[in-house]
């Protein structure tokens, strides 16, 4: 069982991937992505779906404070959705990711000290990983009966 965790943005997605035994997350890279031209890099997912032979998918979905859903968290259902048309035997979950963001760039500055240049090169990949992790610790294991 391994889980690929999405930050989706409007140029980037943050890819993570869980341990086998769903317990840790890992940061895997950055998509770069263009919502105007319907580029969503969903060739690479494909190769990183297949390398890390993933079972589920788990998007943040970026709630309004309010927990309304506002226009980005339209965006990460509609990825989720062309993840499901691609992938139909694998399950797409999400998990609210309010702040996640906020979370990791101030991780960046406080803990690691990251320049403004470094923190935008690792910042989305940093957020799926807590994504997923959210997401593990929340829930666990996610399969197609479970979700």
């Not at 139909?88 to 990711?97: A, G, K, N």
């Amino acid at each position: 069982m391994r889980l690929m965790g999405f930050d989706v943005g409007s140029r980037t997605v943050g890819i993570a991937v869980s341990d086998l035994f769903g317990w840790t997350a890992q940061g895997v890279e950055i998509i770069r992505i263009n919502e105007d031209e319907s580029e969503f890099g969903l060739d690479r997912v494909k190769e990183l779906v297949a390398q890390h032979q993933v079972t589920g998918f788990v998007l943040g979905l970026p709630k309004n404070m309010n927990n309304s859903i506002g226009p980005r968290a339209v965006k990460a259902q509609e990825y989720g959705a062309m993840l499901t048309e691609l992938f139909p035997e694998i399950p797409v979950d999400y998990i609210d990711e309010r702040l996640t963001t906020v979370q990791a760039e101030r991780m960046l500055v406080e803990q690691a000290d990251t320049s403004r240049k470094k923190r935008k090169q690792v910042i989305d990949k940093l957020a799926a990983v807590m994504i997923l992790q959210n997401y593990l610790d929340a829930k666990g294991p996610l399969t197609k009966q479970g979700y």
